[in-house]
């Protein structure tokens, strides 16, 4: 994985900063020292802020809810906002609505 960016963005200015990846991986080594990587995916993750910018939390998308969008503090972020920046730029179709 190369420069996933910020685990937790909290930039509350700007709605497209909410959808970031976590890098997951098995790492295994082999009986002779080699090591072996292995099952490489990104899991999807949005930060979710509240209103009033006093709390900061990270959701698995597939665990992320349109009531949680609603409520979120950062203006202009939504969950079709969310949704489409996961289709354009994580690339993980399978997992969406």
Known sequence: ?????????????????????????????????????????????????????SDVSIYPWSEYTKELAAVHGTPGFTYALAQKLIEDYVCIKDILD
């Open 1 to 53: 994985f190369y420069c996933l960016g910020n685990y937790i963005s909290s930039m509350t200015g700007n709605p497209t900063s909410m959808v970031g990846m976590l890098g997951r991986l098995t790492v295994t080594k082999q009986p002779n020292g080699e090591i072996v990587l292995e099952n490489p995916e990104g899991v999807p993750i949005i930060t979710h802020i509240n209103a009033n910018a």
